[in-house]
Structure formats: structure tokens, C-alpha cells
């Protein structure tokens, strides 16, 4: 039977296996030009919808004047669209384009397709650890 390892030694563990998997997945994309950064802020968008850009800038935590080049070179691109605010003229919410979000689409499939090639060359019981350590992370991320 295994050794139990206490709880703080386990979080110490598994939150670098965890920020080790993230950063490489983060990696593996189609090839392109934009950045981590543009995507992360596109990212942000399509999960939390439209938001003003303000907002964005500290869902992604940047300072405005960054978030204004990200935004800048986003919608350069068609990816980004400005619309006016619902109750605040002076303001506008950003929101994901149809390309943009077509683009982040992309970028999942590759991610996805990275990590099932990695998956498959695990064993079957292998597989079924990381199904139940799946539904156990997404429990301790709720919490």
C-alpha cells in the first residue's frame, strides 16, 4: 500500500505537475502571431463576455495602458470588436468577434490534440487515474 503523504506536501507536488501541464499545453499551439497575452485577453472575452476594457484589464491584470496596446492589436485583427457601453456613453464593452472566437476554437483543438496524443501513450489503468484525479481537481476547484 502506498505511503500517505501529508496534505501540504501533496499541494506542494501537485500544484507543479499542475503548472508544469498548464504551461505546456499554453505552448503547444497552431503557429501564428499572437501572443499569449492577446489570446489570454481573448480568452477572458468569450469566457466572460463582453466587458469594458477596464475590466479586462483586471480579469487579465495588466494596467489599462497594456490592456489598450492588447486590445489595439486584437482588433487590428478582427478579433476584438468595440460596442458602445449599455448605460455609460463614455465607456465600450469589448467582446470576441466571430474570427476571434473561431481562432481560440483553434487553439483548443491543437491543445487538445496535443494532450490526447500524450494521454494515448499512457496505459488504460493510467488513463482511469487521471479520470478520477480529473473529477477530484475540478471538486478542490469549486471549493
Known amino acids: 500500500m502506498a505511503e500517505r503523504v501529508p496534505a501540504a506536501q501533496l499541494a506542494v507536488v501537485?500544484?507543479?505537475?499542475?503548472?508544469?501541464l498548464?504551461?505546456?499545453?499554453?505552448?503547444?499551439?497552431p503557429v501564428g502571431d499572437i501572443t499569449v497575452t492577446q489570446l489570454s485577453a481573448l480568452a477572458s472575452l468569450e469566457l466572460a463576455g463582453?466587458?469594458?476594457p477596464r475590466e479586462l484589464a483586471e480579469t487579465e491584470r495588466v494596467r489599462p495602458p497594456t490592456m489598450t496596446k492588447i486590445v489595439a492589436k486584437?482588433?487590428?485583427?478582427?478579433?476584438?470588436?468595440?460596442?458602445?457601453h449599455p448605460?455609460?456613453?463614455?465607456?465600450?464593452?469589448?467582446?470576441a468577434t466571430a474570427q476571434g472566437r473561431e481562432l481560440l476554437a483553434?487553439?483548443?483543438?491543437?491543445?487538445?490534440?496535443?494532450?490526447?496524443?500524450?494521454?494515448?501513450?499512457?496505459?488504460?489503468?493510467?488513463?482511469?487515474?487521471?479520470q478520477r484525479?480529473?473529477?477530484?481537481?475540478r471538486r478542490v476547484a469549486r471549493a
Open 14 to 20: 501537485l500544484r507543479d505537475a499542475i503548472t508544469r
Open 22 to 29: 498548464n504551461r505546456r499545453v499554453r505552448q503547444t499551439r
Open 50 to 52: 463582453a466587458m469594458s
Open 74 to 84: 486584437l482588433e487590428a485583427r478582427g478579433l476584438v470588436q468595440r460596442s458602445p
Open 87 to 95: 448605460t455609460d456613453g463614455r465607456q465600450v464593452v469589448l467582446a
Open 106 to 130: 483553434r487553439f483548443e483543438r491543437a491543445r487538445d490534440e496535443w494532450l490526447a496524443q500524450r494521454l494515448a501513450e499512457l496505459t488504460a489503468a493510467e488513463r482511469d487515474v487521471l
Open 133 to 137: 484525479a480529473a473529477e477530484l481537481l
